[in-house]
């Protein structure tokens, strides 16, 4: 079990540079956790592309529609008390001490690429190369 952001997921259901990172990650473990945020951030994510033309309206709303039966049953509600502890002893933003408070709630690792993250939460997170470089699991996601 880890926990993902939703960059991680972008890049696992996504044709990106970053995708067979993502994989990688998903290939050792596809039990994947996410603070209810995912949703947002990933139409977020998912409009960017929309916008630049890489994806159509239809195309965005089936990868949003995979990933939702994918993370089925592994979304979460985070305590706002432990998001806010977080946020009170870190210079992290609300929506990354979510994921942090996610992952030490579940006693799991949080898988990002993001360097602040990263810096400021060595034991609570870590890379996905670094992840993916623990281990193996034999699955394979198709990205669209």
Same mark, same amino acid.
């Given at each position: 079990?880890?926990?993902?952001? +939703?960059?991680?997921?972008? #890049?696992?259901?996504?044709?990106?540079?970053?995708?067979?990172?993502?994989?990688?990650?998903?290939?050792?473990?596809?039990?994947?956790?996410?603070?209810?945020?995912?949703? +947002?951030?990933?139409?977020?994510?998912?409009?960017? #592309?929309?916008?630049?033309?890489?994806?159509?309206?239809?195309?965005?709303?089936?990868?949003?529609?995979?990933?939702?039966?994918?993370?089925?049953?592994?979304?979460?509600?985070?305590?706002?008390?432990?998001?806010?502890?977080?946020?009170?002893?870190?210079?992290?933003?609300? #929506?990354?001490?979510?994921?942090?408070?996610?992952?030490?709630?579940?006693?799991?690792?949080?898988?990002?690429?993001?360097?602040?993250?990263?810096?400021?939460?060595? =034991?609570?997170?870590?890379?996905?190369?670094? #992840?993916?470089? =623990?281990?193996?699991?034999?699955?394979?996601?198709?990205?669209?």
């Amino acid at each position: 079990m880890i926990v993902v952001d +939703s960059n991680v997921i972008a #890049y696992c259901w996504l044709n990106t540079a970053q995708t067979p990172r993502a994989q990688a990650v998903r290939l050792k473990d596809d039990d994947w956790h996410v603070p209810l945020l995912w949703r +947002s951030e990933m139409r977020s994510i998912l409009a960017g #592309y929309m916008r630049n033309g890489s994806l159509t309206a239809k195309q965005a709303g089936q990868v949003m529609a995979r990933v939702e039966q994918e993370l089925e049953g592994n979304e979460h509600l985070v305590e706002s008390a432990d998001v806010l502890a977080l946020v009170g002893s870190s210079t992290l933003s609300a #929506y990354d001490c979510e994921l942090v408070a996610l992952a030490q709630a579940l006693g799991a690792l949080l898988v990002t690429e993001d360097r602040a993250v990263l810096k400021a939460r060595p =034991k609570d997170a870590v890379s996905m190369a670094v #992840y993916a470089r =623990k281990g193996h699991r034999l699955a394979r996601v198709k990205p669209l």
